[in-house]
């Protein structure tokens, strides 16, 4: 959810044109008490590139992985989204349609973001249908976090860590300032859609400045079959303001230098050479700094005066490196845009073979804006199926 003291941002982005891809996604009623629902459920496409191919079972496998920005609904009211039909607001009406979308996309890994109610309600839920599950709060007195669910049949977690980015904050004071930092810096409260980030302290205080209660989880997995592979996921959240860039390439640089260690970590412990994927919700539109920092080591990256430093390691889109990304992930009348990622790591045994079809800007079921009855979340799903090579 991308907001700015309450209002939504205007779009920076243009809306496309009707695609036939339309056609390919499907719509089923569904009754939420006092409002009927038609959910719609995407489905994954294979990639068109001539040079990307299915794998057979003798030569490897696939997996899937989704990532979406379910809308916490602690920042669910009609005041942030009054375009939006009150009765499918509610968590009762809502929650039914979050866990019927992700068990329709039935992938190996869901990476969850503005996930609140987990204890309460997600867990118990989502892992009815097979999974395991790690999670992570955010920081101060935010509801929501990023959780990670997989298919506990097929992955066997090995290790975790999670991330909190107001470790930036510490690692650019030393020990004598912190303590005086740390007084002047008051906990941040759940309502970021109707407070701004200045109202939590001086902004040009570098402890306050970064203190922005931002998380993520990273957790290496070993598949049980055909054979093992180890594979790294990390789901992250970043910052939202437009206005604190700096902010989000902090947390940016800070989140692959963390995956890096973690990789050489798990590398070193269990003799692998693990493939990466990291996704998320990372409030950043193609182009801008931090969607060309975590690009600038991958073989698309073209050059860049902001990204003149090395990268931990190469990434690519999933989206742009098979169908170019998307106009939008998040649709609202105030906001249209990409702000949700896959990203993976080229040159370790793994390569998209299809991904998650989005709609176009003329589909029907998005009139109005998100959320709706057949979207409950203003961010739309993601995901991409990965081919591992048997040799990796």
């Known amino acids: 959810m991308l907001l700015k003291s309450g209002v939504v941002l205007l779009s920076r982005i243009p809306l496309i044109s009707s695609s036939s891809r339309q056609s390919k996604i499907c719509m089923k009623r569904m009754s939420t008490g006092t409002s009927t629902a ?3 459920y995407p489905k994954f496409v294979p990639v068109e590139q001539k040079e990307i191919t299915s794998v057979s079972e003798s030569d490897g496998f696939t997996f899937r992985l989704v990532s979406y920005n379910i809308l916490a609904q602690a920042y669910v009211k009609s005041s942030v989204f009054p375009h939006s039909p009150s009765p499918c607001l509610k968590w009762k009406a809502r929650s039914p349609v979050i866990l019927d979308v992700l068990k329709s996309l039935d992938a190996d890994i869901l990476c969850l973001q503005e996930l609140d109610e987990y204890d309460k309600f997600y867990k118990e839920k989502i892992e009815q249908n097979d999974y395991s599950s790690i999670y992570i709060k955010r920081s101060g007195r935010k509801l929501d976090g990023c959780g990670i ?30 303590l005086e930092q740390k ?22 205080d570098p402890y306050v400045r970064l203190k922005r209660d931002c998380v993520g989880i990273m957790a290496a997995f070993k598949f049980k079959y055909p054979y093992q592979h180890y594979v790294i996921v ?3 959240h970043i910052y939202w303001d437009p206005e604190w860039a700096d902010v989000k390439l902090a947390q940016a640089k800070y989140l692959l230098s963390r995956v890096a260690r973690f990789k050489k970590t798990v590398s070193e412990k269990y003799e692998c050479t693990p493939s990466v994927l990291i996704a998320g919700d990372f409030n950043s539109v193609p182009g801008d700094k931090v969607y060309q920092y975590l690009v600038s080591g991958g073989p698309m990256s073209e050059p860049s005066p902001e990204c003149s430093e090395d990268v931990p390691m190469p990434l690519c889109s999933v989206y742009a490196h098979t169908r170019g990304e998307p106009k939008f992930t998040n649709y609202t009348p105030g906001f249209t845009g990409t702000l949700d990622y896959i990203l993976f790591s080229p040159s370790e045994g793994i390569e998209p073979v299809g991904y998650l079809e989005l709609p176009d800007a003329e589909s029907p079921d998005l009139k109005g804006g998100l959320p709706n009855y057949y979207h409950p979340s203003d961010h739309l799903p993601i995901g991409a199926e990965f081919a591992v090579h048997k040799d990796s």
């Open 38 to 40: 038609t959910p719609v």
């Open 149 to 178: 669910f997989y298919k506990h049949k097929r992955l066997e977690l090995v290790t975790e860590e999670r991330i909190d980015y107001n470790d930036l904050a510490n690692l650019i004071l030393d020990d004598s300032s912190r």
């Open 234 to 236: 990390t789901n992250t």
């Open 183 to 204: 007084e002047r810096a008051p906990e941040t409260d759940n309502k970021e859609e109707v407070t701004s980030p200045r109202d939590h302290g001086d902004p040009n």
